[in-house]
C-alpha cells in the first residue's frame, strides 16, 4: 500500500486526538504512482522525493475547523502531485450518511442529527475530486479508480462506517511551496453551513 521512502523528523509534533464524536481529518499525498497518510503527525518527509508536507490546525471558531497543508518541493524538477484529505467518525452508528453533492462541490456528513461540511481551498488551475466509501476501504488501494494516475474511484455516496475523501491537483515549481486551506463545518442544515462558509471564504480573502 504505501512503498514510499519516508524519513520522519525526531522531533515530530504529534497530531492532537481529537473525541470520537468529532469527524476526524486524516492528510495525505500522492505522488508518482504511490500514495502516504499522516495519520499520527502533522510533518513528514519523502526523502526519494525530495518533498516535505507540513499540516498546520486551528479552530478559528467553535464550529469550523480549519487546516493548512503545506508541501515543499526541494528538487530540482516540478512536482505534479494530489494532497488528499480524509474525514470520518472513530464511533458512528448506521444514521451516519456521506455523500457528494456534484451541484455544490461539497461533501456532507450527517450523523447525530448534525451536518458536517468538507471542502477545500484551491486556486483556479488546481483540479478537485471527491468521493465516499466504506470506511474498510479507507486505508487501501480500493479509494483508487487508477493509482497510476492519481485518479480517486468515485462514488457518491455511502452509509455507516464510511469516509469521504477528496484530492487536489498541484504542480509544485522547483524549491517553491504551495499551500492548501481545508476545512470541516458543523450545524444544523445545509443553508446554515453553506452561509458559514461563504463567509470563511471572504475572510480568507482579506487576509
Same mark, same amino acid.
Request: net charge negative; glycine share 4%; aromatic share 8%.
Given at each position: 500500500m504505501m512503498n514510499l521512502i519516508e524519513l520522519q523528523k525526531n522531533q515530530q509534533t504529534p497530531k492532537p486526538k481529537l473525541p470520537s464524536d468529532i469527524l476526524q481529518f486524516v492528510p495525505g499525498i500522492w505522488v508518482n504512482g504511490q500514495y502516504l497518510w499522516l495519520q499520527n503527525c502533522t510533518e513528514k518527509v519523502i526523502y526519494d522525493e525530495e518533498l516535505i508536507i507540513i499540516v498546520k490546525q486551528e479552530q478559528i471558531y467553535s464550529n469550523i475547523r480549519f487546516s493548512s497543508i503545506y508541501v515543499s518541493n526541494h528538487g530540482n524538477q516540478t512536482k505534479e502531485i494530489k494532497v488528499l484529505a480524509m474525514h470520518y467518525f472513530l464511533?458512528?452508528?448506521?444514521?451516519?450518511?456521506?455523500?457528494?453533492?456534484?451541484?455544490?462541490?461539497h461533501i456532507f $456528513?450527517?450523523?447525530?442529527?448534525?451536518?458536517?461540511?468538507?471542502?477545500?481551498?484551491?486556486?483556479?488551475?488546481?483540479?478537485?475530486?471527491?468521493?465516499?466509501?466504506?470506511?474498510?476501504?479507507?486505508?487501501?488501494?480500493?479509494?483508487?479508480?487508477s493509482i497510476q494516475k492519481g485518479n480517486l474511484k468515485y462514488q457518491p455516496m455511502a452509509k455507516g462506517p464510511a469516509a469521504s475523501i477528496f484530492a487536489?491537483?498541484?504542480?509544485?515549481?522547483? $524549491?517553491?511551496?504551495?499551500?492548501?486551506?481545508?476545512?470541516?463545518?458543523?450545524?444544523?442544515?445545509?443553508?446554515?453551513?453553506?452561509?458559514?462558509?461563504?463567509?470563511?471564504?471572504?475572510?480568507?480573502?482579506?487576509?
Open positions: 464511533n458512528v452508528g448506521q444514521d451516519h450518511l456521506v455523500f457528494v453533492s456534484p451541484i455544490d462541490h $456528513h450527517h450523523a447525530n442529527k448534525k451536518v458536517f461540511l468538507v471542502n477545500a481551498q484551491q486556486n483556479e488551475s488546481d483540479r478537485i475530486e471527491y468521493t465516499a466509501i466504506p470506511l474498510w476501504n479507507a486505508y487501501t488501494d480500493q479509494i483508487w479508480g487536489v491537483k498541484m504542480s509544485i515549481a522547483p $524549491h517553491e511551496t504551495n499551500r492548501m486551506n481545508t476545512w470541516t463545518i458543523t450545524g444544523s442544515s445545509k443553508n446554515e453551513l453553506i452561509s458559514m462558509e461563504k463567509a470563511l471564504i471572504k475572510s480568507l480573502g482579506s487576509t
